[in-house]
């Protein structure tokens, strides 16, 4: 399986002018088709840096957010042709799908949403039709969540189906109050060299009250495993705990 990333573009965002809503979501529809996100860069509205980290991840899964519109800040679809190698031409089918929203107001600006990266596949946008569009393994996508989020599960479903129907991955986890990490370092380093092949996280919380969040993924029998074992050692040390529901 490809490692997963998502690229966040926009000097609004690094500002502090705009909060980022993409990258929550994201991994929320990741997780829950199966699937976990293993590394997010927020970059700015610049063409180099959108090249660079666009090539770093040529062999990667990328989920793309933002630069994809008319305006002169707009370069993500200069720099995808670029990092792929590609030159820019004009898409016939997203030519329609921009004519179909706009009519004669397309013409001269807002048809350079059609020029894309040759062979692009496009992403139907469900609120305004103006499509993102994909290059292989990497999809870009709107900065604005409600023509994006759609985009992510046309993208899960059209491309990524298959594989979830194989992958076996869970996520299961406890809530324990009123314990610090430092008390439970023991338990987590006994339940790591007992199960070689999950992940353990802890997650504490100190608001409204002191709370930690122990948990595990991996697959579903190493996991249902471990868990069954943070359980039974939480027990036993007179710790309180309760599932995460």
Not at 51 to 68: D, E, P, R, T, W
Not at 73 to 101: F, G, M, S, V, Y
Not at 185 to 207: A, E, F, G
Request: proline fraction near 4%; include cysteine.
């Amino acid at each position: 399986m490809k490692l997963i990333h998502a690229i966040i573009i926009g000097d609004e965002i690094l500002s502090g002018k705009r909060e980022d809503k993409h990258l929550r979501h994201l991994t929320q529809k990741l997780r829950a088709n199966g699937f976990n996100l293993n590394k997010a860069d927020f970059i700015s509205d610049d063409l180099d840096t959108i090249i660079s980290v666009i090539h770093s991840k040529l062999n990667h899964i990328v989920f793309c957010f933002g630069g994809i519109g008319a305006t002169p800040d707009d370069c993500t679809r200069e720099a995808a042709a670029r990092a792929h190698n590609l030159k820019i031409k004009r898409h016939p089918e997203a030519t329609k799908c921009i004519e179909k929203q706009f009519g004669k107001d397309t013409y001269p600006k807002r048809i350079l949403m059609a020029d894309l990266p040759y062979q692009a596949n496009l992403i139907p946008n469900s609120i305004n039709n103006i499509p993102g569009f994909s290059i292989n393994d990497h999809h870009f996508m709107p900065g604005f969540p409600e023509m994006s989020w759609p985009m992510i599960d046309w993208l899960l479903e059209t491309y990524y189906r298959d594989i979830q129907l194989k992958i076996d991955i869970k996520d299961s986890s406890v809530w324990i109050d009123n314990v610090s990490e430092s008390q439970l370092i023991d338990l987590m380093n006994q339940i790591i060299s007992d199960n070689k092949d999950i992940k353990l996280y802890s997650l504490p919380k100190m608001d409204p009250k002191k709370t930690l969040e122990l948990g595990i993924k991996g697959s579903s029998k190493d996991v249902d495993k471990a868990i069954k074992e943070i359980k039974s050692n939480l027990s036993k040390l007179n710790i309180n705990w309760r599932d995460n529901a």
